[in-house]
């Protein structure tokens, strides 16, 4: 038995319902960025998915784009993250209102 588009899109939404889950219920700024690269691979899986069962390589290369552009910011949210740790010794997402003053 192969695995079909809907299993792909089933363990895609999970990915991405747990990812989004991460970002409304933590607090620590780590744990957000970490659940928003979940929620960013779980919609690159969906376009997989698509691609592969569509016979179309679009998706593919359109994925090979966006882990591009999410290295890139992989490298400029943890250089925040480490400047506002070593800022406030704390990586919260309630350190960041007090920024401003």
């Keep these: 038995m192969t695995p079909g588009l809907h299993h792909y899109l089933i363990v895609s939404g999970l990915l991405f319902s747990l990812g989004l889950f991460g970002v409304l219920a933590r607090r620590n700024l780590l744990?957000?960025?970490m659940s928003l690269e979940l929620m960013l691979n779980a919609a690159n899986l969906t376009l997989v998915a698509f691609s592969r069962f569509n016979n179309n390589l679009n998706g593919q290369?359109?994925?090979f784009f966006i882990i591009?552009?999410?290295a890139a910011e992989v490298a400029v949210g943890l250089a925040l993250i480490v400047a506002l740790y070593r800022k406030?010794?704390?990586a919260h997402v309630e350190d960041l209102t007090r920024l401003k003053y």
């Design 88 to 90: 406030r010794q704390s």
């Design 61 to 63: 290369v359109m994925v």
């Design 68 to 70: 591009t552009v999410a």
């Design 31 to 33: 744990v957000i960025f």
